[in-house]
C-alpha cells in the first residue's frame, strides 16, 4: 500500500497554471527585506548580525520563483540554512539567526502546492535533513521542537489541501466544458444534416427539370452551393470544438422562439421577455446557445436574487451580432457565483466556442446582470 502511494506521488504531474511573479510576490520581497533589516539593526540579542542579515536579505528574492521553481527555492533556502547552522556550530556558537528567516516556510508550501511529485519528495527530504541537522545542531527544548515541526506539519498540510482543492476544481470544469462541447457538436450535426438533406433534395429537382427547363436546375446548383457552405462550415466547427465527444442521443432544441415561455406574471418576480431585431433563421447552435444564456441566467436570478421583484430578459439583434442582456433588480447573495458557478462557466465555454463573450456580475444600480454577445453566423 505504502509503496504504490509513493509511486502514486512520485509520478504525480506539477499543478497547472501556476501564477508568474504577480505584483504581490514583490510586495512580499519587499516586506521581508525590511523586516530583516529592522530586525538586523535593532534586535540586541542577535549574533552575527551583519551576515545573518545579508543572508536573510539575499534569500528573500528566492520568493519570486517558489512556484515556478519550487524546488529549487527550497533547496537554495534549507541549503542556506544548513550551511550557516554548520558554521555557527564549527565556531562554539548557538541561535544565529533572524526570525524573519521563518519565511522560507512559505517555500515548502509551495513547493507541496505547485511542484512535481518528484520535486515534492526531493523537496521534503532535502527539508527533513536540514529539520533534523537544526534539532541536532541547536536544541532549544522539547516545546519548541514539538511547535516547529507542528507548524512545518500544517504548512505542508495547507499546501496538499489547497492543491487537492484547485484540483478538484479544475477537473470539475474541464467535464463542464466537455459537455459544453458534446452539446454544441450535438446541436451543430442537427444543422449539418438538415443543410444534407437539403442538399439531396435540390439535386434530385436539379436532375428531374435539367431536361424541360434548364435554368431550374442552375437554380438548384446555386441553392447546393450555398448549402454545401454552410454545411461545410459547420463541420469544421464541429471538429474544431468536439475532439473526444461521447455519443448522445439527438433532439430537437428550444430556441430564441421559446424564450417567451419564460416570461412570467407572477409577482415574485415577475420576468419579461423582449426580442428586438431579425431573430429569424438563425443557425441552430446559435440559436439554442441564446435560450440556453437566457434560461441558465434566469434560474441563477430566481436562485439567489434577494427580494428581486422583477427579471429581464432582452434579446436584440444588429450588425450581425445577438445581444442577450439578463437582469434582475435583487440583493446580491454574498454566495451567489460570478463567472464562476459551473452553469455560467459551461455558458461561457459555449458562448467561447461560437465566437461570442460572456460576461456577470452585479450592475451599479444594485441587482445582477448577465450580457453576453454571439456572432449571428458560426465562425469558420
Known sequence: ?????????WDEPRAADPPEQPWRDRVLVGVVIVAALLEGTLREDVTWRLV??????????????????PLVCVVVAFGTGMALGLASRLAGIQGVGLHTMSFILVLVYALVRWGSGRQIVIGLAVVAVATVFSIATDYTGPSELFGGLAVLAAVVAGGAALRYRAESWRRA??????Q???GLARELHDSV???VSAITVQAQAGRAMAGQRPEAALEALSVIE???SRALAEMRAMVRVLRDGAPAE???????????????????PVVDVELAGDLAGLRPPVDAAVYRIAQEALTNALRHARNAS?????????????????????????????????????????ARLLGGTLRAGPTPEGGWAVDAELPTEIPR
Do not use: K, N
Open 173 to 178: 470544469l474541464d467535464q463542464v466544458r466537455s
Open 52 to 69: 545573518v542579515t545579508i543572508v536573510t536579505v539575499g534569500l528573500a528574492p528566492v520568493l519570486l520563483w517558489r512556484r515556478t521553481h
Open 193 to 195: 444534416a438538415h443543410h
Open 250 to 268: 439527438y433532439a430537437p432544441q428550444p430556441g430564441v422562439a421559446d424564450l417567451v415561455s419564460l416570461a412570467r406574471r407572477d409577482p415574485d
Open 226 to 228: 450555398g448549402e454545401a
Open 1 to 9: 500500500m505504502i509503496p504504490t502511494a509513493l509511486r502514486s506521488l
Open 180 to 182: 459544453e462541447r458534446v
Open 310 to 350: 422583477r427579471v429581464e430578459i432582452r434579446v436584440a439583434e444588429g450588425a450581425g451580432r445577438l445581444r442577450i442582456r439578463v437582469t434582475d433588480d435583487g440583493r446580491i447573495d454574498p454566495a451567489r457565483p460570478a463567472t464562476h458557478g459551473f452553469g455560467l462557466l459551461g455558458m461561457t465555454e459555449r
